[in-house]
């Protein structure tokens, strides 16, 4: 008996070592054809800039072309539906932003962040900026909130469509200031920032890297920042807190994830070389010229972030009574 167990434990061991092969050859050849990076927003935002900045130095890491693929809509909700059918070889990958974990925890979806992705690496965070259009009388945070309460629903402030964090953010800011605005869902930032740059949008909270420039080019105007403290791309702009909204904070990450069931081997690649690409100074000095972090956490530290956001924007949605529509 003991003989018959032995030869069959063996042969056990033979076949899954066999079966592990074609994982294995794969994860050590990888990559050898271009990869897609599913943007799970449209052209001319920050996620879309901080994708196509890392996708060039992360293509020659790998020795191979990154291709950015913008799929807007539903929060990033439509990138991550054609991600999540996508083979789990490491040539689709989705790049997100915390918009998409918000959309799902509002809305039903045909997948599951949490159980139909490998998380791969967190790849930078931007603080989230409270802009006007110049054209608004308003100077501070204190006088956007009297110019508001004066005025209920008068106010239009873009998002990147319903339940994204820009959503949510400016929401809790109607919750925390007793005010009444009126919510313009974009599919993207690029479309509601053209409608800010002439008018029709008076305000918005969307990311510093998605912003700053027409702040810069005195296009928009700043009020505050939604940091804990003041950010170095702009020392002059208080916080919200110091503007007089207590505990308001709301911070824009973008990240990278794989469909479920992704060699290992080949998302530990994937990271050794966003970590190396996100090293570089010319990376890391354009992502700071808009107050953007790089970050490239680990694999399992940036599961345990997403979780956490989980929590904390789950109770953002019951405090804002934001619900499917």
Do not use: C
């Not at 167990?5 to 070592?17: F, K, M, R």
């Not at 990154?66 to 991600?83: C, F, K, L, P, T």
């Not at 109607?174 to 920032?193: E, M, N, R």
């Not at 916080?239 to 990240?255: D, K, L």
């Amino acid at each position: 008996m003991t003989g018959s167990v032995t030869i069959i434990a063996s042969a056990l061991a033979v076949a899954l070592a066999a079966a592990g092969e074609p994982a294995a050859a794969q994860s050590r050849s990888y990559p050898t054809k271009p990869v897609r990076l599913i943007v799970a927003s449209g052209a001319g935002g920050g996620l879309d800039f901080v994708a196509r900045l890392i996708a060039v130095p992360l293509g020659e890491g790998l020795g191979q072309t990154v291709v950015v693929d913008n799929r807007a809509g539903a929060s990033g909700s439509i990138a991550a539906e054609i991600s999540a059918l996508s083979p789990p070889d490491g040539y689709t990958l989705i790049f997100l932003s915390a918009s998409l974990v918000v959309y799902g925890i509002v809305n039903r979806t045909r997948y599951d962040l949490y159980r139909d992705f490998d998380p791969v690496s967190q790849v930078a965070a931007a603080p989230y900026i409270l802009t006007v259009y110049p054209g608004l009388p308003v100077k501070s945070v204190k006088e956007l909130v009297a110019y508001a309460k004066a005025n209920p629903g008068r106010l239009n402030y873009a998002s990147t469509g319903y339940a994204s964090l820009a959503h949510l953010a400016t929401e809790l800011f109607a919750h925390s200031t007793g005010t009444k605005l009126t919510h313009i869902p974009y599919k993207g930032v690029g479309a509601g920032l053209a409608d800010m740059l002439t008018g029709q949008i008076q305000m918005s909270f969307l990311s510093m890297g998605s912003v700053f420039s027409h702040v810069r080019n005195q296009k928009l105007r700043a009020l505050a920042v939604a940091t804990a403290a003041r950010v170095k791309a702009a020392p002059d702009l208080p916080t919200m807190i110091e503007a007089g909204v207590p505990g308001y904070t709301v911070t824009q990450w973008h990240g990278m994830m794989a469909p479920r069931g992704t060699p290992r081997a080949v998302i530990q690649r994937l990271h050794a070389e966003i970590v190396k690409a996100a090293d570089r100074p010319e990376v890391a000095s354009r992502l700071a010229l808009d107050g953007t972090e790089a970050i490239a956490s680990a694999p399992a530290e940036f599961g345990a972030f997403l979780r956490g956001e989980r929590t904390q924007w789950t109770r953002v949605t019951k405090v804002a009574n934001i619900r499917e529509k």
